[in-house]
């Protein structure tokens, strides 16, 4: 079975600047995939960004980046120039295929951050 | 325009009751979810179809049946709810891995 481990519950940054998330997983499966999701205080699920476990190159949208180390089995997420709108609870997934199509998420506790005026 | 709905929003029940929850994609994706996230935020996969058959069945009581009519459709029944049922729904749908979610149901339990 795999777990996925968040290790700080709350974080806070001040706007503009840049925070990183950790994660950490354990799996024993070679293909997978890797997600950060968003979940502001509407409870909306928002996917942040996806990194397949084949890419060696680190996935990057605007702001947000990750560090995938695949051997350390560690993907942590890094938010440059902070905005308030960034607040909220992020989630660190791991994805394997569980067959006819189907894929299973295991999800993180997440990490609750708050960006600071 | 929304790529995943699910109603209602917002269910307030007795203890013993039989409720739904009904979810929508329009993104023809042949694959739909169900997760519940707890009081404390921790998501938990339930069920999972692929064309409307069946692949995912965690560990959930029998008094919950999902039904999917067809793959854009997965509507999820819950039977003789009780105090601990109390959380929050998601319904989400793939393609290609990827899972989009809808807003959520919060359902609370009396």
Known sequence: ???????????????????TL?????????????????????????LVIRQEAYKQQNATENRFSVNFQ?????????????????TAMYFCAFM?????????????????????? | ????????KYLV?????????KCEQNLGHDTMYWYKQDSKKFLKIMF??????????????NRFSP??????????????LELGDSAVYFCASSQAGTQYFGPGTRLLVL
């Not at chain 1, 806070?12 to 840049?18: C, K, M, P, R, Y």
């Not at chain 1, 189907?102 to 609750?112: E, I, M, N, V």
């Not at chain 2, 999972?48 to 009581?61: A, F, G, H, M, R």
Request: hydrophobic share 25%; glycine share 4%.
């Open chain 1, 1 to 19: 079975a795999q777990t996925v481990t968040q290790s700080q519950p709350e974080m806070s940054v001040q706007e503009a600047e840049t925070v």
């Open chain 1, 22 to 46: 950790s994660c950490t997983y354990d799996t024993s499966e070679n293909n997978y995939y890797l997600f950060w999701y968003k979940q502001p205080p509407s409870r909306q699920m928002i």
């Open chain 1, 70 to 86: 695949k051997a350390a089995k560690s993907f942590s997420l890094k938010i440059s120039d902070s905005q308030l709108g960034d």
């Open chain 1, 96 to 117: 394997k295929r569980s067959g006819a199509g189907s894929y299973q998420l295991t999800f993180g506790k997440g990490t609750k951050l708050s960006v600071i005026p």
């Open chain 2, 1 to 8: 325009d929304t790529a995943v709905s699910q109603t209602p």
């Open chain 2, 13 to 21: 029940t007795q203890m013993g009751n039989d409720k739904s929850i």
């Open chain 2, 48 to 61: 999972s179809y692929n064309n409307k058959e069946l692949i995912i069945n965690e560990t959930v009581p």
């Open chain 2, 67 to 80: 039904k999917s009519p067809d793959k854009a459709h997965l509507n999820l029944h819950i039977n003789s």
